[in-house]
């Protein structure tokens, strides 16, 4: 048992040097001199806390959100946080909303918020740090470009929607075909029973979506000019930060 858990430590620590590196199994295990089949089975619970992050089976591993929570650090992709955290002030401070940088945790289909901005309005929109991905606009926004293929193994996996989350996608059809009016327009709108509208764009890397930008505030101030403002200036923070993590080597 000690030796499990000294394996789990040193491939922390190994993954922790480059944490926005995608490692492949092969390359963990042998690093330590450890059976692959054992150090696949340290990773599953790695995985399954969130220390570790699966990137998919052909692609390896990186560090989760939790090492990142152990640090204090409010962001598990620095580059992503640091091209995006000054556009997102200054969506702020034209609009007075609430503005955060969101991606997709796959492993409990949860979204984690990995910067935040709030505007100085008294009635001022609050988010979790980890939400349902049904339940929220980016959530719901980046399982929209996820394949196919993807999105009905996490179906099989977390289920359909509760009818309380999202009304409108309660049946796998009916989820779909949400998901495809979401990727098809760019863009979400999400309405929630306090009135509370979210408004979310994607944020690529090259041909993948890999977080989402949203402003969120109260319904009865998303109209007239406002609302147009909220759109153009999501967008335009979309192809901004997109273009900058174009140029980095590194995977996020």
């Avoid at 200054?90 to 997709?104: Q, S, W």
């Avoid at 997109?242 to 140029?247: D, E, F, P, Y």
């Amino acid at each position: 048992m000690i030796q499990v858990i000294n394996r789990a430590f040193d491939i922390l620590e190994f993954c922790a040097k480059n944490p926005e590196h995608v490692y492949p199994l092969s390359e963990i295990a042998d690093q330590f001199n450890i059976h692959h089949t054992t150090c696949a089975n340290i990773l599953k619970t790695l995985v399954l806390r969130n220390y570790m992050e699966n990137i998919g089976s052909k692609k390896g591993y990186r560090l989760g959100s939790m090492s990142y929570q152990l640090t204090g650090s409010s962001s598990f992709r620095r580059d992503l946080v640091q091209f995006a955290k000054n556009s997102m002030e200054d969506i702020v401070e034209e609009l007075n909303e609430t503005c955060i940088l969101a991606v997709l945790r796959k492993t409990d289909m949860i979204r984690v918020v990995l910067h935040q901005v709030h505007g100085r309005n008294e009635l001022t929109v609050r988010t979790n740090i980890e939400k349902k991905a049904y339940k929220s606009a980016t959530g719901r926004l980046l399982l929209s470009y996820l394949p196919e293929k993807e999105i009905s193994r996490m179906v099989v996996k977390f289920g359909l929607p509760d009818i309380n989350d999202w009304r409108d996608a309660s049946t796998q059809e009916k989820l779909f075909f949400e998901l495809q009016k979401i990727r098809k327009e760019g863009v979400i709108f999400q309405y929630d029973s306090n009135h509370i509208v979210g408004i979310a764009v994607p944020i690529m890397k090259e041909e993948h979506v890999i977080a989402s930008i949203c402003v969120y505030m109260p319904e009865m101030r998303f109209c007239g000019s406002i609302k147009e403002l909220t759109i153009s200036r999501l967008r335009q923070v979309s192809i901004e930060v997109s273009k900058s993590l174009s140029l980095l080597k590194n995977d996020l």
